[in-house]
T-cell receptor
Framework: GAGVSQSPSNKVTEKGKDVELRCDPISGHTALYWYRQSLGQGLEFLIYFQGNSAPDKSGLPSDRFSAERTGGSVSTLTIQRTQQEDSAVYLC???????????????FGPGTRLLVL | GNSVTQMEGPVTLSEEAFLTINCTYTATGYPSLFWYVQYPGEGLQLLLKATKADDKGSNKGFEATYRKETTSFHLEKGSVQVSDSAVYFCALRQNTGANSKLTFGKGITLSVRP
């Protein structure tokens, strides 16, 4: 079956522009995570969606970052007024989202490589 | 808060050499522990996991044992292959709470020479 997909695979933008990154989780997975992989910081959690619950945004680094999840499936991560320090690989992961998500394997997408010039 | 510390890299080994990648953690309670691997040009994949103390995770010849007394989860392989060249991440996840996010170490690049 299809895994987690992300688009675009690469994105180059100019400082100050807004960007949108898309994640399609595995069909039937209700838990969705965004992480960021950057040279200086390693892999960091950004935001977590579980079903219809309010998302956990505790990892978002600034108010320029936001994410939404429409219809409990596709998610979009938006970065407004991009800065050079936003350059990183943005990873999406999904899991089944049953009662105990802490027991579930997270499946990762290939990532979107963002470069802010 | 939770944190994961991995040994500094990169690591370069010859084929058939023994591999150890150190990982220690700080967490409240008893987290689950993971090793993820990222092969060149591919996404992050779960390599192995252990969910409680003294559990041993194993996969593809790799092993790691959950050591609560030393808060460690070192990755080992007896004989590495060129195809093991990749970036390896140690991670933990709390077993309680509403957010089951993973906390990762910084990763270490392994290169295996023929």
């Amino acid at each position: 079956g299809a895994g987690v997909s992300q688009s675009p695979s690469n994105k180059v933008t100019e400082k100050g522009k807004d960007v949108e990154l898309r994640c399609d989780p595995i069909s039937g997975h209700t838990a969705l995570y965004w992480y960021r992989q950057s040279l200086g910081q390693g892999l960091e959690f950004l935001i977590y969606f579980q079903g219809n619950s309010a998302p956990d945004k505790s990892g978002l680094p600034s108010d320029r970052f936001s994410a939404e999840r429409t219809g409990g499936s596709v998610s979009t991560l938006t970065i407004q007024r991009t800065q050079q320090e936003d350059s990183a690989v943005y990873l999406c992961a999904s899991s089944l989202g049953g009662g105990r998500t802490y027991q579930e394997t997270q499946y990762f997408g290939p990532g979107t490589r963002l470069l802010v010039l | 808060g939770n944190s994961v510390t991995q040994m500094e890299g990169p690591v370069t080994l010859s084929e058939e050499a023994f591999l150890t990648i150190n990982c220690t953690y700080t967490a409240t309670g008893y987290p689950s522990l993971f090793w993820y691997v990222q092969y060149p040009g591919e996404g992050l994949q779960l390599l192995l996991k252990a969910t409680k103390a003294d559990d041993k995770g194993s996969n593809k010849g790799f092993e790691a044992t959950y050591r609560k007394e030393t808060t460690s989860f070192h990755l080992e392989k007896g004989s590495v292959q060129v195809s093991d060249s990749a970036v390896y991440f140690c991670a933990l996840r709390q077993n309680t709470g509403a957010n089951s996010k993973l906390t990762f170490g910084k990763g270490i690049t392994l290169s295996v020479r023929p």
